[in-house]
C-alpha cells in the first residue's frame, strides 16, 4: 500500500499542529494542567507535579519530530503511543464512573468531561499517525497540493473545534426525558 505524499502531508502538519497546540495550552496554565491531571488520581500528587511538564515536553517534541523528515516515523510512533496512554488514563475513568472530570484535552478554561467519544477520537488520531508509517508515492507535489494542504487543515481545524464545542456544550444540556 502507497499513500499520495498530500495525504502524508496534511496527516504529519495537522498531528503536529494538534500536538503543538495541546502543548501550548498545557504550557500556557500548568497549574490548571496538574489540577486536571491529578483529577485524574493515576499518580501520586508528587508525580503529578512533575509528570504536567513533561507531557507539554513530549507533545512538543512528537508534533517536532512529526515535521522533520528523519524523524517522522518515530514521531508517528510516539503519537501512536501517547494516544494510547491518553485513553488508558480516559478508559480507566470511565470504568470508575468519573466522567465529570475535564479531560485536559482543550484549552483551559474549556472544560470537558470524559466520554466514549474521546476514547474514539483518539482512536481516529491514532489511525491517522498510523498512516504515517505507510510508505508515500514518490511524484513530485504541484502548487495545487500546498492549496489542499492550507484548504485541508482549514477544513480540519473547524472541524475539531466544533466537535469540541459540541462536546462541551453537551455536557452542560441535561439528558431530554420521556416522550414529547
Known amino acids: 500500500m502507497i499513500r ?8 504529519e502538519a495537522g498531528l503536529a499542529l494538534l500536538l503543538a497546540s495541546a502543548a501550548l495550552h498545557k504550557l500556557r496554565d500548568l497549574a490548571a494542567f496538574r ?6 488520581r493515576l499518580l501520586p500528587e508528587a508525580l503529578t507535579a512533575v509528570a504536567a511538564p513533561v507531557i507539554a515536553a513530549v507533545e512538543t517534541a512528537l508534533a517536532l ?13 510516539g503519537t501512536i503511543v501517547l494516544l494510547g496512554v491518553y485513553s488508558g488514563a480516559i478508559a480507566i475513568n470511565l ?17 470537558q468531561p470524559l466520554s466514549a467519544w474521546l476514547l474514539a477520537r483518539n482512536a481516529l ?11 508515500a508515492a514518490a511524484r513530485p507535489l504541484l502548487w495545487v497540493d500546498w492549496l489542499g494542504l492550507v484548504g485541508s ?17 453537551s455536557a452542560r444540556v441535561p439528558a431530554l426525558g420521556g416522550a414529547g
Open 95 to 111: 470504568a470508575r464512573g468519573r466522567r465529570e472530570i475535564d479531560c485536559g484535552c482543550g484549552a483551559p478554561g474549556t472544560r
Open 35 to 40: 489540577a486536571v491531571l491529578g483529577a485524574y
Open 65 to 77: 519530530a512529526l515535521v522533520v523528515p528523519a524523524w517522522r516515523a518515530a514521531g508517528a510512533i
Open 153 to 169: 487543515l482549514a477544513v480540519l481545524v473547524c472541524a475539531w473545534l466544533a466537535f469540541h464545542r459540541l462536546l462541551a456544550a
Open 125 to 135: 488520531l491514532a489511525a491517522a499517525a498510523l498512516l504515517l508509517l505507510v510508505p
Open 4 to 11: 499520495d505524499p498530500l495525504i502524508a502531508l496534511v496527516v
